[in-house]
């Protein structure tokens, strides 16, 4: 290979710009090029390309969001729309792509996979639900940064005996929901995989209560559509459950600020292991975080295949509430 290109695609995550850092010099370093595609697969239908060698990477991997920009795409979804990135790829003799993204991401590279052009996915996404990895690139800095969100609630919380309901990112997976509520010590969590009723709730808020709690907080998944307001309009109508609920919604700022350490070095070493492999004649793969490891997982068993959550951890949310 001569040239290859590296996009960010659907949400950002922080990490993602050290994974295009770790690509493009890999890449330089075995003498081959690299295009940076702005906007995701919007830019290569658009081809928004510039060039990146190890100056333009320079003092990125400690900023968060990708300054790749990225964007959906609809239209990718389209033969037309695939057939004009084709078009663009073979134009700037582009031969092979490295996309970093979750899930729809994912499934776009796959189909760039299936039209011949060698592709491998790096695996980022704070839902943490992509098959064919253990921890995708952003997820630890998301938890990290709605964990101290929740502490600094539950120190509201004790002062005024009040409960908060807090809302997390997670639109299909409840993963943030489920080790965010653990490690903050949530009396209550709803996911989209153990979804709660507000009546439910309340019934567990009464018991809390009458175990000696005298705050508490409930963790709620975005995915369960308007449950966190109905979860907290039930409680504002219950008296006796004894506590004075609030609302908070965490929001896009979980994805947002600097990686941390551990979200670093999992994206240096997945973007390099991306494209060594790329460049070696191995694509197909979603290369994602593994016992410890980098590790290529074939888009077959990737796409359309939904990571399950820690079993362990669901066992483990009425336990560690008593």
Do not use: W
Not at 106 to 121: D, E, M, R, Y
Not at 232 to 239: E, H, P
């Amino acid at each position: 290979m001569k040239r290859i290109a590296v996009l960010t695609s659907g949400g950002d995550a922080p990490g993602m710009n050290a994974a295009i850092r770790a690509v493009t010099r890999t890449a330089i370093s075995s003498g081959v090029d690299v295009i940076g595609v702005r906007r995701g697969f919007a830019g290569l239908i658009d081809a928004d390309f510039i060039p990146l060698g190890p100056r333009q990477v320079a003092g990125k991997i400690e900023v968060g969001g990708t300054f790749l920009e990225s964007a959906r795409c609809p239209e990718f979804k389209t033969e037309e729309g695939q057939k004009t990135a084709l078009r663009n790829l073979e134009t700037y003799v582009i031969d092979g792509v490295i996309v970093i993204g979750g899930n729809g991401s994912q499934t776009g590279a796959h189909a760039l996979s299936k039209l011949g052009i060698p592709v491998n996915g790096v695996a980022s996404t704070i839902d943490n639900d992509l098959a064919g990895s253990d921890s995708c690139i952003g997820v630890d800095t998301a938890l990290n940064t709605a964990l101290d969100a929740i502490d600094k609630l539950r120190t509201t919380a004790s002062s005024h005996h009040r409960l908060f309901i807090v809302e997390v990112m997670g639109r299909d997976c409840g993963y943030l929901a489920l080790t965010v509520g653990v490690a903050g010590g949530a009396e209550v969590i709803v996911a989209p995989e153990f979804d709660l009723s507000p009546d439910e709730v309340v019934r567990r808020v009464h018991k809390a209560r009458e175990r000696g709690k005298m705050h508490a907080i409930i963790v709620v998944a975005e995915g369960c559509v308007n449950r966190a307001q109905e979860i907290y309009a039930a409680l504002k109508a219950d008296i006796g459950a004894g506590f004075d609920p609030r609302l908070t919604i965490i929001g896009h700022v979980q994805r947002g600020g600097a990686p941390t350490a551990f979200d670093r070095l999992i994206a240096t070493r997945l973007g390099a292991r991306a494209c060594e492999l790329l460049l070696a004649g191995e694509h197909g793969n979603l290369i994602g975080f593994v016992n410890g490891k980098a590790t290529p997982t074939p888009y077959s068993e990737v796409t359309g295949h939904k990571k399950p959550l820690p079993e362990d951890l669901i066992k483990l949310i009425e336990t560690m509430s008593i």
